[in-house]
């Protein structure tokens, strides 16, 4: 590059002696054509380096006037957005993996997707790779509803124990409501079904289910805000227990376990909907619009 600019300056000066006007206007435009090329390739490389950085998904499902959102942030590797109106509930949800008892390690470098899932519903699919498989992690958000689904792919040549933990960090009513968060645990029935946290704070309360048909599901919880720390695995199962927070966020998680032979799947479901105001709160709202009404019906007969 350096050659080449010394070359095109001693060009300039050769025709400069013999055409000294037109070579200062060509001079002058390759000047600015340059510098406005290594302006632009400048904010393409700025651009690459912050993508590769932190990349951040956002889709947004509309109903009933409302606009809901969800995101995942690559730089977290793990979903950490759920709104209604840009009223955020959730910090984070990020997955971790086991295989054949090994260590738990967080799934990362997700190739991320985005798309539309009839009229209303749109998804976000992390799709992680592994070396015994691959994990797809799918939100979709349909207007206040949530689902997911989590499908571990065995790649591999043989059957594989395998483990999924799910952290989840809701953080009903903002971050302001930290350390009023409670999480009651509900395990799921001997014959099958949905193992439910049922989670209130910040005036809001949320319920939400996981099942893994054919695997044992398991809830845990953990009031450190740390993702899952030492709580993970069957010995320290958390299954019918309610947990407050001490000043700080109450977070759980979900660990889906079962042996998954060959060319096969691990296939979650989970479901929730959007926080509800708590009964109390519901009451104050309803003593305030009745106070309003009131006022209003007052004001209008005078």
């Not at 932190?54 to 889709?59: D, E, G, L, Q, S």
């Not at 809830?219 to 695995?233: L, Y």
Request: net charge neutral; proline share 4%.
């Amino acid at each position: 590059m350096l050659l080449g600019s010394k070359m095109a300056r001693s060009t300039k000066w050769m025709v400069f002696r013999e055409q000294p006007m037109n070579v200062f206007t060509t001079s002058l435009a390759g000047r600015i054509r340059c510098r406005n090329w290594a302006l632009f390739s400048g904010f393409l490389l700025a651009g690459s380096l912050l993508q590769t950085e932190a990349t951040i998904y956002t889709v947004t499902s509309t109903a009933n006037g409302n606009a809901y959102t969800a995101s995942y942030d690559s730089s977290f590797n793990g979903f950490t957005g759920w709104a209604e109106n840009g009223a955020n509930q959730l910090s984070l949800q990020s997955l971790y993996y086991s295989v054949n008892g090994g260590p738990a390690t967080q799934l990362t470098g997700a190739i991320v997707n985005t798309g539309s899932s009839g009229f209303t519903g749109k998804y976000i699919t992390a799709t992680y790779s592994t070396p015994s498989g691959s994990v797809a992690d799918k939100l979709t958000i349909n207007g206040s509803s949530l689902s997911e689904t989590i499908q571990f792919d065995n790649l591999t040549a043989n059957g594989l124990n395998i483990s999924l933990f799910q952290y989840s960090d809701f953080v009903l009513g903002g971050p302001g409501a930290a350390g009023s968060q409670t999480v009651n645990l509900t395990t799921a029935p001997l014959s099958g079904g949905y193992a439910v946290a049922n989670q209130s704070g910040g005036g809001l309360t949320l319920g939400w289910s996981g099942d893994a048909p054919g695997f044992a599901t398991l809830v845990q919880a953990n009031s450190s805000g740390a993702p899952f720390g030492a709580f993970i695995g069957p010995a320290s199962d958390l299954d019918n227990t309610t947990l407050t927070a001490n000043n700080t966020y109450a977070v759980f998680g979900y660990e889906f376990t079962g042996s998954v032979a060959q060319s096969t799947l691990l296939s979650v479901s989970e479901v929730s909907a959007f926080p509800v105001p708590e009964p109390s709160s519901l009451a104050l709202i309803s003593s305030g619009i009745l106070a309003f009404g009131l006022r209003l019906r007052r004001v209008r007969s005078a």
